[in-house]
């Protein structure tokens, strides 16, 4: 069987947090521009390693081609974040096995009939039969998207 979900995963990356960088994270808001160097604004140091990644042995990063999930929040380049002690359900954002193929969906349930449901009006809904090798990697915790 063919899918035709062109939003998939190309690169997968173990997360390494053996290092920690802790970089200043300022207590303003900021609308637009650059922020206030005065050190009266500094709410302390933050380490992205230990906001993004809470459980690391389970963490890992993948890469991101195509468009299908556009309306998520995810492009095509992006990088993902996935936690894989995450328990999968309904509405989470997902990378799944589906015939060998990794794909990043929305997960939803009509019945106990899982669907993989891109987030974009041009691509189908993927109904997960049992004919199907399906397994889900993880749920997917942020998006790292480059201007």
Not at 103 to 128: N, S
């Amino acid at each position: 069987m063919s899918i035709i979900c062109p939003t998939k995963v190309d690169e997968v990356y173990r997360a390494r947090t053996s290092k920690h960088y802790s970089i200043p994270l300022y207590s303003c808001n900021v609308a637009a521009g650059f922020p206030s160097p005065a050190d009266e604004f500094l709410e302390g140091k933050l380490d992205l390693n230990q906001h993004l990644i809470p459980h690391p042995l389970a963490t890992y990063f993948v890469r991101v081609s195509g468009e299908s999930m556009l309306g998520a929040g995810i492009h095509p380049g992006d990088l993902l974040i996935v936690d894989r002690s995450i328990e999968p359900k309904e509405n989470k954002v997902v990378i799944a096995v589906v015939n060998g193929e990794l794909l990043v969906k929305r997960l939803k349930y009509c019945g106990k009939q899982p669907y993989l449901i891109a987030e974009h009006p041009d691509y189908p809904e993927l109904a997960i039969t049992e004919a199907m090798e399906f397994q889900i990697w993880g749920v997917v915790t942020n998006v790292i998207h480059a201007l």
